[in-house]
């Protein structure tokens, strides 16, 4: 297929997570940036468009302006990706959707429920689609395992656990990261905003379940810190299930833990992303067997999300390029193998944020969806 043309807010000089977009969408060819705001001062932006390669015409001081003339081209951008704080993703995803333009937005949707509900009225009246990058939905062995609880191998599901920990913000720590994610204003929300959604995330796309509840036990360990980094969370699925989150900032040791735990009345799986080309699949009563990214698999296998051989590792990078790779083919009307993180993935992240924030005000309290 012919390369799509991406834009981009955000991720200008020394900005990480937007090197991560960009090498994402560009290791399968399918993409190609050529138009950008990538910084809210415009020296840096035009700076930042020139390492990049963007023309000087299509490197753009703000997003409106972006919005609007990429709109009017005949060579406009298909799709931009917002790779900004979180308080900076509702205007540009509600400009580029009423200009009638692709949105691939980082997670979470917003800061605020607020925001949240504009994107969400925007992305309804909107042709354009709306794509939320929870990157750990394209790892090969992620999509092996919803497959597999798809298909019945784990029988009903039981119990389901995910953690999410890290040692970075165990002091006070001052860098560009820290300071937004640290700052309510900014970020929304500490752990369960930043890491916890993306355990939410990914055990409701394995498991298939709706959450129909959680009680939830948040804590900041760092004294003066405004936001939390630490959070223990009890949730209860429709079906019966019951899951368990524990999403940390502060656990040394910790570098990127997440792990996902799943058991249903046949059998379980457990995956651990740290060690992500490998799945532990048992049957009741049977060996536990060690299931390979690319190697023999249950069903189809996954050497269909995989782009070298058994063995060569995989990980963070080429799972984000699966998204990328599979919001190309959305927007030029291929059908993907499994769904997108979607306005309603989103709407659920906000809603697992703001039902954590509250019920652990309330002790505890339980909150329904």
Request: hydrophobic share 40%; aromatic share 8%; net charge negative.
């Amino acid at each position: 297929m012919t390369p799509l043309r991406l834009g981009m807010v955000g991720g200008g000089q020394g900005a990480f997570i937007g090197g991560v977009h960009r090498f994402a969408a560009r290791l399968d060819g399918k993409w190609t940036l050529v138009a950008g705001a990538l910084s809210s001062d415009p020296e840096r932006a035009a700076a930042s468009a020139a390492d990049l390669g963007i023309a000087p015409d299509r490197a753009y001081a703000n997003y409106e302006e972006m919005a609007k003339s990429e709109a009017a081209r005949t060579d406009g951008i298909n799709a931009v990706a917002i790779v900004t704080p979180n308080h900076m993703h509702a205007g540009p995803a509600i400009a580029f959707l009423n200009a009638g333009i692709h949105v691939i937005c980082d997670k979470p949707l917003a800061a605020t429920q607020k925001d949240a509900g504009m994107i969400k009225a925007a992305a309804n009246v909107s042709k354009a689609k709306f794509i939320l990058t929870h990157n750990y939905t394209g790892y090969p062995l992620i999509r092996q395992a919803r497959e597999m609880v798809e298909r019945g191998d784990l029988g009903r599901l039981r119990v389901i656990q995910a953690e999410y920990t890290q040692d970075w913000l165990t002091n006070d720590t001052q860098n560009k990261q820290a300071d937004w994610r640290t700052d309510p204003k900014r970020a929304g929300a500490g752990a369960i905003g930043d890491i916890g959604t993306h355990a939410f995330n990914l055990l409701s796309f394995v498991a298939g379940l709706e959450t129909e509840a959680l009680s939830a036990e948040l804590h900041s360990f760092v004294e003066g810190r405004q936001v939390d980094d630490n959070a223990h969370i009890l949730l209860r699925f429709n079906g019966g299930a019951r899951g368990m989150i524990w999403a940390s900032q502060v656990a040394v040791g910790r570098e990127n833990g997440l792990s996902l735990r799943i058991y249903g009345e046949k059998g379980s799986i457990e995956w651990y992303q740290e060690n992500p080309n490998k799945m532990k699949f048992t049957k009741f009563g049977s060996a536990t067997q060690i299931l390979t990214r690319g190697g023999p698999g249950i069903g189809h296998g996954t050497d269909r999300w995989a782009r070298i051989p058994p063995g060569h590792p995989e990980g963070y990078l080429e799972g984000f390029a699966n998204l990328y790779s599979d919001a190309a083919d959305l927007i030029s009307g291929i059908e993907t193998e499994v769904p997108l993180p979607d306005i309603n993935a989103a709407l659920d992240g906000m809603w697992f944020i703001s039902a954590c924030q509250k019920s652990s005000a309330n002790d505890g309290a339980w909150c329904q969806k």
